[in-house]
């Protein structure tokens, strides 16, 4: 334990003077300087007289050999009255005799030995003592330290642990005669009283005052108790305690460091969970109060007791090995079966994302199954998942018994959660065998009229009728309301207010709950009347005072805030999406949510030939392996099983991405080409409808794939499936496409769309009957929820050419957009000869009057070498176009030179040109930027597009043209 100070000098005991300085103080420090100045003059002295020297040695080895001549004497008289008091005792036989005589005799030996040993050591230390002295003053309590330990120990004088122990504490001595290998039987420690009669663990003997073990305090005192209770339970080898025990005394510090005793904690962990048989082991006994401590000195606790335990382990080891291979495999059926769940819901969702369009059903149902039973089996998840399917299913099959076929493998479970509608044409589809067969399908016709709940007698109706809605309109009025902070749609009360039927009953509801008499006309028709009035007036005087009470509550104003303290305002909170089609193309690109969680495939190597590696998880595998399956692909089984991606699976995704036009590199990485692919993921754009006649436009998107697209577009907003927002977009889009819905929601709107006849015609130009048709109807739904008040307005219709291009120019010189172009294309018309310079203004083909001939800088040949372009712009501010903002957005009326000069070739020409745009009067708008009134005109298909500027501008979407405006724009005649 000394020994490891020793790091600098291999000739001389290590250095002791930082200890020194830690465990002494100041004034001790000075004490062994002084000390140390004494002990130098003592050295001269001993060198000016070295028999003094000799002299004291002899007499120190006298006084040694003298006291172990004492010892053994003591030893000799004990031995003596021994045999005195066993003279008494029955006689033994002869062998116990010479037994008796060869202990004595070795004890003897051992005895002398102990003695020349002891000689030899007094000597050495004597040497050793004079030798360092002078340098190392405190050695001889080095010495006395060493002797306390070892005599603690056990450890006697020339023993093997000693002379280990010695040599290892004093860098230089060796012991130069003979070792007594055999270590003592029992070793005392420090502190510890030793019951040497039994193996038991009592609280006497297992004090400790801190943790012991892992991660624990481990003082020096505490660990020795504890390895000598392992000990005497049998937990710990003589070896180990022998080795570790050394390690603990010889620390310096007062804990000991858990590298020294890594034997004691796996003892400590052993007796946890082998002998204890806990399910986890810290290898740490906490305190004096800990339940490892506690159990350990619990009675009965001994070496037998711990060996029976240790037998009995492995049986509950295995057990327990047992029981987790069982919750294991739990664990991976339960995860398979989420697996098989999650599996099934994509396929539900696919079969509930097919559209029921006539090709799909001819190419998916009813060429694919010409066996009438298949069919029917096929038919049975999509009576639940997309009934829609199965009604085109039926029309489109002209052999009706398919109906009956379907019927039969429906349970009642299944037959009472179909949708009313395909009760109704299956039941239909019966009627045809009812004279005939009656009595073979009285059976399904009864289950039917059970689901149906009918209240007259079973009589087939043979016809749908006229019309019956998915939902009470007065519950979707209410949700609109609801939706839209209780918005107003228009005034009501007295003073000739609009008094629109939905707003009377919201207002008078409202009313009656604070406790103001209204009629039953307020309340459940909608009318205004004056018991409506005089509650209106109440409210106003209890609220504002007496000479405040007008009996009429207008939109955003105090009495309906005083009502309903949001109404006037509403904020979606959704990201702006009105600036044009590029931002709602980019949202949707965003749209696109992978289901792998990494690359699949072959590694990717990058354009700077670093290589990406492909994670190939064993889930994601599986995915591409059966959608690759799903694709007509042949995939090897160990990827489809056992989600192994080898060099034939990638030759699959190889094939796959040849056949889609991707770059064949047999790398899938996630969210990219072929993920999209392998998802069947469409990337949706927002395009626009071109007019070709009245009733004819190109470029059209069918309905069933547009209404996918504005779907898209929610979700990539983040608009959740069950949220108000999401109910309100479905209500708009069934209001777009059910005329008769819209019809019965709108029915009390009487707000005005106003187009002027200047905006709907214009030197030819004529604007869109669809286009009117369309933004007609998105006005009165907007209205109705309480999004915008009054009437719609057109400002801004359809242009002339002529009056696009006098816009346009106005726009680019206010703005000086394309400035060089246009003061070029200016000089160039001032110095034509094709007359553009008009007296004292240079005019445009179309008789515009852009400059004066006084904004130009001539050379000495009156030529237009440049121009004043300030003034112009000046002049051009007081122009009058026929708009008031003159700095608006302005696209081009003309694509041929001369006529879009003074402005460069436009690359497309103004939308109000073709009939294709409109702006309308935005201040009544609630909040004319919130992305739901852009979402309710994507419903009805037109699209504000123009920049962020303009929230007034919508032209048409890329919807389909119906029936029902192709007809309203035939009417139109345009």
């Given amino acids: 334990m000394y020994a490891d100070k020793e790091e600098k000098s291999s000739n001389t005991l290590s250095t002791k003077d930082q200890d020194t300085e830690e465990r002494y103080s100041e004034e001790k420090k000075e004490a062994i300087r002084k000390d140390a100045e004494r002990m130098d003059k003592m050295r001269a002295y001993d060198l000016a007289h070295p028999e003094e020297n000799e002299r004291i040695a002899k007499e120190l080895l006298d006084q040694q050999i003298k006291r172990q001549e004492e010892i053994a004497q003591q030893e000799a008289q004990k031995a003596e009255a021994k045999r005195a008091e066993e003279a008494s005792y029955p006689k033994r036989t002869p062998e116990e005799y010479r037994a008796e005589a060869r202990a004595r005799e070795k004890a003897i030996i051992q005895s002398q030995v102990n003695a020349v040993q002891s000689t030899y050591y007094y000597k050495l230390q004597k040497d050793y003592i004079a030798k360092v002295r002078l340098q190392y003053p405190e050695i001889k309590q080095y010495f006395s330290d060493f002797d306390h330990n070892m005599r603690m120990q056990g450890f006697k004088i020339g023993h093997k642990p000693f002379v280990q122990a010695l040599e290892k504490g004093f860098a230089g001595i060796k012991w130069g005669i003979m070792i007594h290998e055999e270590e003592p039987a029992s070793a005392p420690t420090q502190g510890v009283l030793v019951e040497t009669s039994t193996n038991q663990v009592t609280p006497t003997n297992t004090q400790i005052t801190a943790g012991v073990g892992a991660h624990a305090k481990n003082l020096k005192a505490d660990v020795l108790v504890i390895q000598r209770a392992l000990l005497r339970l049998g937990l710990l080898s003589e070896s180990d305690f022998a080795n570790e025990t050394t390690a603990v005394n010889n620390t310096p510090t007062p804990s ?13 962990r052993r007796f946890q969970e082998e ?33 029976k335990k240790l037998a009995e382990y492995p049986a509950i080891k295995a057990k327990r090995a047992a029981a987790a291979k069982a919750e294991e495999q739990q664990k991976k059926a339960t995860e398979a079966a989420r697996q098989r769940a999650e599996e099934e819901a994509d396929r539900i969702k696919c079969i509930q994302a097919e559209p029921a369009t006539d090709e799909h059903i001819e190419k998916n149902f009813i060429t694919q199954y010409e066996d009438l039973d298949a069919l029917a089996a096929v038919l049975v998840e999509y009576v639940i998942h997309n009934p829609s399917i199965v009604q085109k299913v039926l029309q489109k099959n002209d052999n009706e018994e398919l109906a009956v076929k379907l019927l039969n493998l429906l349970t009642d479970a299944q037959i009472a959660s179909t949708h009313k509608e395909l009760l109704q044409t299956l039941l239909n589809s019966l009627t045809h065998w009812y004279d005939e067969i009656y009595n073979e399908f009285k059976t399904e016709k009864a289950r039917l009229y059970k689901a149906l709940d009918p209240k007259k007698s079973p009589t087939p109706i043979t016809q749908p009728p006229e019309y019956e809605t998915t939902t009470d309109i007065s519950a979707d009025k209410r949700l609109l309301k609801k939706t839209f902070n209780h918005n107003l749609s228009g005034s009501v009360g007295a003073n000739n207010a609009d008094n629109y039927k939905d707003d009377v009953k919201m207002v008078a509801r409202k009313l009656k709950e604070k406790g103001y008499e209204l009629s039953n006309d307020n309340l459940q028709n909608g009318l205004s009347d004056k018991k409506l009035i005089t509650a209106i007036e109440d409210f106003q005087k209890d609220q504002f005072g007496k000479n405040k009470s007008d009996g009429i509550i207008s939109p955003g104003k105090g009495t309906i805030k005083a009502l309903f303290p949001e109404s006037g305002s509403f904020d979606s909170g959704l990201e702006k999406i009105y600036a044009n089609r590029n931002k709602l193309n980019t949202i949707l690109a965003k749209g696109f949510t992978s289901k792998l969680t990494g690359d699949v495939g072959a590694d990717y190597t990058n354009k700077d030939k670093s290589v990406n590696k492909a994670e190939n998880n064993k889930a994601d595998v599986i995915r591409v392996a059966k959608a690759l399956q799903a694709s007509k692909h042949n995939v090897p089984e160990d990827s489809l099983i056992k989600g192994i991606s080898s060099k034939e699976f990638i030759d699959v995704i190889k094939a796959f991405q040849t056949s889609k036009g991707i770059g064949a590199d047999g790398n899938i990485t996630i969210g990219g080409k072929t993920d999209k692919e392998l998802s069947n993921y469409k990337q949706y754009t927002f395009g626009m409808i071109e007019k070709i006649s009245a009733t004819e436009y190109s470029n059209e998107t069918s309905a069933e794939e547009y209404y996918k697209k504005t779907q898209a577009l929610e979700e990539a907003l983040g608009i959740k499936e069950d949220s108000d927002y999401a109910k309100v977009l479905q209500l708009a889009e069934k209001a777009a496409r059910e005329t008769k819905y819209f019809d019965k929601l709108t029915a009390d709107v009487s707000a005005q769309f106003i187009l002027p006849s200047e905006e709907a015609n214009a030197d030819g130009a004529q604007l869109s009957g669809v286009f009117q048709s369309r933004m007609e109807r998105f006005h009165k739904f907007l209205v109705m929820a309480g999004l915008y008040q009054g009437d719609m307005k057109v400002n801004d219709g359809v242009r002339s050419p002529k ?78 176009m026929g708009r008031d903002n003159k700095a608006d957005t302005a696209a081009q009326g003309y694509k041929e030179e001369p006529l879009f000069w003074p402005l460069p070739k436009p690359d497309r020409l103004s939308i109000h040109v073709s009939g294709g745009a409109m702006d309308i009067n935005r201040h009544n708008f609630i909040n004319q930027k919130d992305a739901m009134v852009d979402l309710i005109a994507h419903k009805f298909g037109v699209v504000r597009a123009g920049s962020w500027g303009e929230t007034w501008h919508f032209e048409l979407s890329d919807l389909a043209v119906s029936g029902e405006e192709a007809d309203y724009a035939k009417n139109k005649k345009r």
């Fill in 256 to 268: 000991v460091e858990q590298e020294k005793i890594q034997q004691t904690i796996a003892a400590i």
């Fill in 275 to 307: 002998v204890l048989h806990w399910n986890k082991s810290d290898g740490n006994i906490a305190g004096p109060d800990s339940k490892t401590l506690l159990k350990m000195r619990s009675e009965g606790m001994d070496c037998d007791h711990v060996q």
């Fill in 803 to 880: 009056r696009a291009h006098g816009f346009a120019v106005q726009y680019y010189i206010l703005t000086g957009k394309s400035a060089a172009t246009v003061k070029a294309n200016l000089i160039m018309m001032y110095n034509s000869e094709d007359g553009y310079l008009v007296g004292d203004f240079v005019e445009d083909h179309h008789g515009h009057k852009w400059a004066k001939k006084s904004h130009f800088i001539l050379d000495a040949n009156n030529e237009a070498v440049g121009i004043h372009y300030d003034k112009v712009q000046a002049y051009v501010k007081t122009l009058s």
